[in-house]
Every structure is written in structure tokens, then in C-alpha cells.
């Protein structure tokens, strides 16, 4: 159980295109789900925080223009990075939390951006 | 601010040897969990201790809490290659209105065969 998948798992896209992110927990209904951004060989850096049918809360000094969340239901999550560009190449990460009872989260896959 | 410091940040040991990763805190948190994460996939839990001085144990990996609930560690005994990975501690404070997870830097750790 507590299955979070991600897609894609990698994109690689031009300079000013826009790209999204799905995140879905395909056997739990998530009450929250966060975004993080990890750089090569450091850890995990929250961006934001999503609740179902609300605005994301964006962590500081995090675009709320340039990375768009969108938390329609209790299973999907996306994150747009829009007009992207090569500083925004990294390794984004969702993860979803099933109640408010606990802080445990359940972390997607992972998907690699490069933007060229 | 709370921060969670893990040491040390790099490890690379034989395969058979034990060894113990700590996060450290000056803040009390209400609970902490450890994670590993291999490369280019996503942190996977391990375990989560709630109550000062609780000891967890995962097969070979025993997961201590403080007492005083500020900092945690992690023994994993006869360590395999398989166990290399980035080790993560992530707390939530008391205090925490947001419901955000804090991660440390993470400790890397390489079992060598």
C-alpha cells in the first residue's frame, strides 16, 4: 500500500517551453501532497504545499508564477514549470500524505527535467 | 528555525562492518522518521519513531529516538552493498502549523564488497 507514482520519470524539453508533472496516489486518498526539487548529490528541498480543492503554499524564494500546482482531487497532484529554462533542470519529487494523523509521506518516484 | 544535522555526511565502509549515522537537533520534534533514497528514484521510508527513547528495529538497521526527542540514529549491523543509498532524517516539530516535513542534508553511505 501507500503507492505514489510519478510521470513522467524524465523530460527533456527546449528553453522556454512549459512542462507538468503528475503525481498520483493510486491506492490512498492523499489529504495533502508536496513538491520538492533535489539537486545532484544534496538533499531534498521543499517547494511547496498542496491541499485538495485549495492554493499550494509556496515555500520562500519559490516562483508562484514559474512553478504551477494544481491539486484537483485526492489522488492527482501537478506541478507546470512553465517558460522552463536550464537553471530549472533537476530532479523533482511529489509526495503525498494519506491523513493529517500522521506526518509520514510517501514519495513518487522522481521525475528528471532537463531543460536544454 | 529548526535544523536537523546528520553526520557524518559521507561514508564508505567494508562490507561486514557496523556503523551509526546520527541526526542531531537542538529542537524537540514530534516525531522523526529515516529514509533511504537510491540514486535518481525517491526517498523510501524506513521507519518513523514517535516516543523519547524508542528503539525500532529493521532486520540488520536498529533506529533509536532521544530521550529529550531532539535527535535519533541509525546502527545498521554486518553492513551489505546493498545497503548504499542516502540516508535522510526528517522531523516534524511540535510547533509546526504547516505540517512540513524538515530533512536533513542526508548521509551517503557506500558499502564497499
Redesign the interface.
Known amino acids: 500500500g501507500a503507492v505514489v507514482s510519478q510521470h513522467p520519470s524524465w523530460v527533456i524539453c527546449k528553453s522556454g517551453t512549459s512542462v507538468k508533472i503528475e503525481c498520483r496516489s493510486l491506492d490512498f486518498q492523499a489529504t495533502t501532497m508536496f513538491w520538492y526539487r533535489q539537486f545532484p548529490k544534496q538533499s531534498l528541498m521543499l517547494m511547496a504545499t498542496s491541499n485538495e480543492g485549495s492554493k499550494a503554499t509556496y515555500e520562500q524564494g519559490v516562483e508562484k508564477d514559474k512553478f504551477l500546482i494544481n491539486h484537483a482531487s485526492l489522488t492527482l497532484s501537478t506541478l507546470t514549470v512553465t517558460s522552463a529554462h536550464p537553471e530549472d533542470s533537476s530532479f523533482y519529487i511529489c509526495s503525498a500524505r494519506w491523513t493529517k494523523s500522521t506526518y509520514e509521506q510517501f514519495f513518487g518516484p522522481g521525475t528528471r527535467l532537463t531543460v536544454l | 528555525t529548526q535544523l536537523l544535522e546528520q553526520s557524518p555526511q559521507f561514508l564508505s565502509i567494508q562490507e561486514g562492518e557496523n556503523l551509526t549515522v546520527y541526526c542531531n537537533s537542538s529542537s524537540v520534534f514530534?516525531?522523526l522518521?529515516w529514509?533511504r533514497q537510491e540514486p535518481?528514484?525517491?526517498?523510501?521510508?524506513l521507519v518513523?519513531v514517535v516516543t523519547g527513547g524508542e528503539v525500532k528495529k529493521l532486520k540488520r538497521l536498529t533506529f533509536q529516538f532521544g530521550d529529550a526527542r531532539k535527535d535519533s540514529s541509525l546502527h545498521i549491523t554486518a553492513a551489505q552493498p546493498g545497503d548504499t543509498g542516502l540516508y535522510?532524517c526528517a522531523g516534524?516539530s511540535p510547533t509546526n502549523r504547516?505540517?512540513?516535513?524538515i530533512?536533513?542534508?542526508?548521509t551517503?553511505l557506500h558499502i564497499l564488497p
Open positions: 514530534s516525531s522518521q529514509y535518481g528514484e525517491g526517498p523510501v521510508l518513523t535522510l516534524v504547516d505540517d512540513k516535513i530533512f536533513g542534508k542526508g551517503r
